[in-house]
């Protein structure tokens, strides 16, 4: 017999990724894990060559694309390896010989910036740190007038939203380059003008799908820059030509992005979560900033609205934080080791009434032990 999702007992989980999913999205996915379409076998045991598969994964694109309005010159590919390995395909593909010009906001935006100077050690281009806010701790970004451009870069990174400092970016940087942002965390969490990037990205386990799956959507302008090195299958050209699917992709969690974005547009579209997920972040930095027991490190222009890390004025009362929530039913709030403290990751699937949980969990705990 399937349960149907209101009969579903779910904890608060914020996690930041693998992530909350939709528990109707799940609830869809375990009815048709034995029998999809009547078709008397799960889609995961389904060859990606078959019809009916790739309707699945055309109908998952155009989905994809009415949700972000994404213009027709640009690709869209459903990828494996995770969000880290473009890491290494973006200079492969876009550097040419060129300057790759990074600003460091955190620690993935680092990370990218780490991996491209490995392919800049091999000859393949220039990289260049426009700026970086580690100084401060990454929590702030960099003051534009400081940033250090080169003329004519071959293209510009950023993260749009660094899931471990809770630092976002929400205003795409004016550059005259190609725009290739990471936006693995907030990727339709709110509209936004894709017209303006060169290239967006964005692994799925926070608020697409199941980890095994990133998305790239791209420029048809940028796909014939790889170089010779460029293996096969990061090679963007070559993927878009095969439709994603040189090799197996990684089906079933293509299969359940579609149903997500099924969902999303159940709920209204980008625009209505949207609302939701500025209502969620307004709600437990209110709860932080009118509280002398807990703190949010960011500078307010810059906090995110997916990843909100924050400490106690009493650090010995982590553990104790941690095992109450807890029993409480609100899971995975330990703080990045890098960080410390506590982080809430409320993407899309988390529901308001979760962030509520939390913030009367957290009044409570403050009355107890303050």
Known sequence: MTTKPSELHRLHNFCAGP??????????????????????LSIME???????????????????????????????????GGASLQFSAIPLNLLMGGTGDYLTTGAWSGKAFKEAKRYAELGLGQVNEVATSKD??????????DWQLTPDAAYFHYCANETIHGVQITEPPQVAVPLVADMSSCILSAPIDVSKFGMIYAGSQKNIGPAGLVIVIIHESLLDRAS??????????HMAEKGSMSNTPATYSWYLAGLVFDWLQEQGGVEAIAKVNHQKAERLYAAIDNSDFYQNPVVKDYRSIMNVPFTLADASLDKLFLQQAEEAGLLNLKGHRDVGGMRASIYNAVSLESVEALIEFMQQFEKNHA
């Open 19 to 40: 992530a909350a999913m939709p528990t109707q999205v799940l609830a869809k996915a375990q009815s048709e894990m034995l029998d999809w379409q009547g078709k008397g």
């Open 228 to 237: 010779q090195w460029c293996p096969t299958l990061l090679n963007y050209k």
């Open 46 to 80: 389904m060859s990606h060559r078959s019809s009916d598969y790739v309707g699945v994964a055309e109908m998952a694109e155009q989905k994809l694309r009415s949700l972000m309005q994404i213009p027709d010159d640009y690709k869209v590919l459903f990828l494996q």
């Open 136 to 145: 401060s701790n990454f929590t702030t970004v960099p003051d534009r007038a």
